[in-house]
């Protein structure tokens, strides 16, 4: 079979060419959609064959941020959706002075500002996102404890902080027997009402120092612990006492089941106690029931 032409090189060497490299590309499937993304079980050190990305994550929801922590995110740096709080006082320094503080201690807070308990009444119903309510006693026209009545029939599910000049341990014990979970005088520091506000919003009752004072010169632990308790605490003991829940509490004195526990909070705490098993001996002893 004849050939073409061989090419030698110099020296009489025959030349080849090299081999030409063909690429093939393998047939893919059409791209399918894998649908949503859903997080894989298990963490990563139980799988450490699978990498956690945001792919894993998304879609899925987050929960949401309670209320009583945006405070705390934002003393420990994390980001704060910012909390929503109504003052009522017919003082427009006071107002504006509470309001700049609160903003300085929580930016992103957005604070409501009402002139009297009417005003601050209709605000309360009209704004359901409200996390908190600064509240005067003493205003013109509707009496600060009228607008606590008013709001725990209305809201009873939104904390009333008092903020008042008054002193005096019997309007104390009053504005917390209406429903108010804090009563913070205008005497006291700001820390002191920063420190009221967190504790209401961890469903808790703030009472001032004044009241321990009011409890100690009363003499007698009985009455002692009784001057200490509200006409509502006094309620919710005997209630609990007789071994109701504090749902059945709840319906039994038409209260959120937010403000019962706040009660019973405060009850432990005065009576010096851990659980209700206790607090009904304690209550028996002081002769509460």
């Not at 309007?171 to 429903?179: E, F, I, M, P, Q």
Request: charged share 20%; hydrophobic share 40%; glycine share 8%.
């Amino acid at each position: 079979m004849a050939r073409g032409p061989v090419n030698h090189a110099a020296g009489g060497m025959p030349r080849h060419r090299a081999p030409r490299i063909v690429r093939c590309r393998l047939p893919t499937a059409p791209a399918q959609d894998p649908g949503p993304a859903t997080p894989w079980p298990g963490t990563p050190q139980e799988r450490p064959d699978i990498l956690r990305t945001r792919e894993c994550t998304r879609g899925v929801p987050r929960p949401a941020l309670r209320p009583q922590s945006r405070l705390l995110c934002q003393r420990s740096g994390h980001h704060n959706p910012g909390m929503k709080l109504l003052i009522v006082d017919d003082h427009a320094i006071v107002r504006e002075g509470l309001a700049a503080m609160l903003r300085l201690t929580a930016p992103g807070t957005e604070v409501l500002q009402a002139c009297d308990g009417a005003e601050g009444t209709a605000m309360a119903t009209q704004h359901l996102d409200l996390d908190a309510v600064f509240l005067d006693l003493e205003m013109p026209g509707v009496d600060g404890m009228v607008v606590i009545r008013d709001l725990g029939q209305l809201r009873p599910d939104l904390p009333v902080i008092v903020l008042s000049s008054s002193e005096n341990p019997q309007d104390v014990r009053r504005a917390l027997g209406l429903g108010a979970l804090g009563y913070v005088p205008k005497s006291a520091a700001p820390q002191t009402l920063l420190s009221a506000l967190q504790l209401v919003l961890s469903g808790n009752v703030y009472v001032p120092p004044l009241m321990l004072s009011a409890s100690a010169a009363s003499g007698g632990v009985g009455s002692g612990t009784r001057n200490a308790l509200t006409e509502r605490q006094l309620e919710v003991l005997r209630l609990l006492s007789a071994g109701r829940s504090n749902k059945e509490i709840a319906r039994s004195l038409g209260l959120s089941d937010k403000t019962v526990k706040a009660h019973v909070t405060a009850i432990f705490k005065a009576l010096d106690v851990v659980n209700r098993t206790e607090a009904a001996s304690a209550a028996r002893r002081a002769e509460l029931l």
